[in-house]
């Protein structure tokens, strides 16, 4: 078995869905792929969510953003894009903690 990054591209539910930089395990023999639990998990989020996103804001903060975005000189859109994940990882939520298998 060989570890190798490949652009993992499937048809799900009418959507040609590509995951880039997808982890895989390669048989030398037979060429059989076998996907990493990471791997797994992130074909699977690419399943559940597109990455299109429309979102209802008021009026002012949408002339806020693309103020924004025209001082930057980007899109609307890139510009939402950088503010929502700068926002997500300033405002990380609790997860559970890993459990671990005890035997009993
Ligand atoms: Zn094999």
Not at 45 to 71: D, F, M, N
């Amino acid at each position: 078995m060989q570890i190798e990054t490949i652009d993992y591209r499937f048809h799900y539910q009418g959507r040609d869905i590509t995951v880039p930089g997808v982890a895989v395990w390669v048989c030398d023999h037979c060429g059989e792929q076998v996907f990493p639990y990471e791997s797994a998990r992130k074909i699977e989020t690419y399943k559940k969510y597109s990455g299109r996103l429309h979102l209802c804001v008021p009026p002012e903060l949408h002339a806020e953003l693309a103020r924004r975005a025209q001082k930057h000189h980007q899109s609307v859109n890139q510009e939402a894009y950088q503010i929502l994940e700068l926002a997500l990882k300033a405002m990380p939520v609790k997860t559970k903690p890993v459990t671990s298998v005890t035997a009993s």
